[in-house]
């Protein structure tokens, strides 16, 4: 079993429509949980970031963590056509631990307009 | 690209040639990672900095070395390329060990290097 698995998608939705990309996990020594939004051939940059179980809002974006679960999710709200990319989810230890980032493969979001 | 520049951006080469990839980067973070990035792998990484003269080997790190003389470059050499190396070579940067103990040190990343490998 991977450390960390995405589904890959692609997930297409209309303009407007609520996303829910989520990561299961393996490790429960994961505390820091982070999402990251990469256009095509592009860098990914940092999203979200959540520490240990619960819900990080940012505007249009929820993050949520689970830990009981080892399930993580991010829901983006009424998207947007400029919210097409791939969607990495990362996950890390904490301290003292083995803290290198593990990431997901992506899931490709398409928002069609 | 936070601070974070890669070159070249593109680079063809044959099968057989040495090839060395450069993140430089401006803010004076002291860890610093080579990542691939492939189809149905995602990103893995190759091999990260702690320090200066201070590397060590990620998942993927067969067929590559690192160099870092200075805190700012982070060097990848494909001492022989092969087809197989042939992917999207992404450098990050972060202030902690794995960049992922808080939002402020977690990893960020430059906008990468595609390489063909024929």
């Known amino acids: 079993q991977k450390e960390v698995e995405q589904d890959p998608g692609p997930l297409s939705v209309p303009e407007g429509a609520i996303v829910s990309l989520n990561c299961t996990y393996s490790?429960?020594?994961?505390?820091?949980f982070m999402w990251y939004r990469q256009y095509s051939r592009k860098g990914p940059e940092l999203l979200m970031y959540t520490y240990s179980s619960g819900n990080k809002e940012d505007g249009r974006f929820t993050a949520q963590v689970d830990k009981s679960s080892k399930y993580i999710s991010l829901f983006i709200r009424d998207s947007q056509p400029s919210d097409s990319a791939t969607y990495l989810c990362a996950m890390s230890q904490a301290q003292g631990g083995s803290e290198k980032l593990v990431f997901g493969k992506g899931t490709k979001l398409t928002v069609n307009p | 690209d936070a601070g974070i520049t890669q070159s070249p951006r593109h680079k063809v080469t044959e099968t057989g040639t040495p090839v060395t990839l450069r993140c430089h980067q401006t803010?004076?973070?002291?860890?610093m990672y080579w990542y691939r990035q492939d189809p149905g792998h995602g990103l893995r990484l190759i091999h990260y900095s702690y320090g200066v003269k201070d590397t060590d080997k990620g998942e993927v790190s067969d067929g590559y070395s690192v160099s870092r003389s200075k805190t700012e470059d982070f060097l990848l050499t494909l001492e022989s390329a092969t087809s197989s190396q042939t992917s999207v070579y992404f450098c990050?940067?972060?202030?902690?060990?794995?960049?992922?103990?808080?939002?402020?040190?977690?990893?960020?990343f430059g906008p990468g290097t595609r390489l063909l490998v024929l």
């Open positions: 490790n429960s020594a994961f505390q820091y």
């Open positions: 990050a940067i972060s202030d902690s060990p794995g960049g992922g103990s808080s939002v402020r040190e977690t990893q960020y």
């Open positions: 803010e004076n973070h002291r860890y």
